[in-house]
T-cell receptor, first 112, second 111 residues
Framework: EAQVTQNPRYLITVTGKKLTVTCSQN?????MSWYRQDPGLGLRQIYYSMNVEVTDKGDVPEGYKVSRKEKRNFPLILESPSPNQTSLYFCASSPRVVETQYFGPGTRLTVL | GQQLNQSPQSMFIQEGEDVSMNCTSS?????WLWYKQDPGEGPVLLIALYKAGELTSNGRLTAQFGITRKDSFLNISASIPSDVGIYFC???????????FGQGTRLTINP
């Protein structure tokens, strides 16, 4: 089944403790992206990647890192999480055409 | 970053009613998309629009790409309980490599 998977789905952590949220897609898509969803703000892009080893900042990249060493994986790294990074995070992928994005199920992160 | 203005933010309707929502932008977009998010899940693409004036249907859903290229509309006819969720518009400007999303419209249906 074609899908985007994220792990973990839920995470509660404390300020400053490094964490990684994994994202994997099995559709051989070139384009991958991370979003955060906050009430009243919709979806805001954090980082995106056009292809392996090519990443670029979205609208809210501060406090996040990403890497794209393989086509199928696009992990999101929070080196030193803070409470304002408490949010619902979505990974998405698409073929070359950015429009047809497939979203993962989401990761709800709480930073205490 | 740029954001689309989506309205209304929430709607409370009776089953069977028609629904309308819209999205506006201060800049021109080449593509308009409408997504739906069910509780606990990621957004799913409903309709994609690629040409100014384009009107596209997907079952009871109809969306239009505004003639000015700065707005888009989504209509749902004869709403049913499974239409409940959050609807997002998204747009892409010419040459842009990313989507800009609206704030979402939360639809609640009373049976």
């Amino acid at each position: 089944e074609a899908q985007v998977t994220q792990n973990p789905r839920y995470l509660i952590t404390v300020t400053g403790k490094k964490l990684t949220v994994t994202c994997s897609q099995n559709m051989n898509h070139e384009y991958m992206s991370w979003y955060r969803q906050d009430p009243g703000l919709g979806l805001r892009q954090i980082y995106y990647s056009m292809n392996v080893e090519v990443t670029d900042k979205g609208d809210v990249p501060e406090g996040y890192k990403v890497s794209r060493k393989e086509k199928r994986n696009f992990p999101l790294i929070l080196e030193s999480p803070s409470p304002n990074q408490t949010s619902l995070y979505f990974c998405a992928s698409s073929p070359r055409v950015v429009e047809t994005q497939y979203f993962g199920p989401g990761t709800r992160l709480t930073v205490l | 970053g740029q954001q689309l203005n989506q309205s209304p933010q929430s709607m409370f309707i009776q089953e069977g009613e028609d629904v309308s929502m819209n999205c506006t932008s201060s800049s021109i977009f080449n593509t308009w998309l409408w997504y739906k998010q069910d509780p606990g899940e990621g957004p799913v693409l409903l309709i994609a629009l690629y040409k100014a004036g384009e009107l596209t249907s997907n079952g009871r859903l109809t969306a239009q790409f505004g003639i000015t290229r700065k707005d888009s509309f989504l209509n749902i006819s004869a709403s049913i309980p499974s239409d409940v969720g959050i609807y997002f518009c998204a747009g892409r400007g010419q040459g842009a490599q990313k989507l800009v999303f609206g704030q979402g419209t939360r639809l609640t249906i009373n049976p």
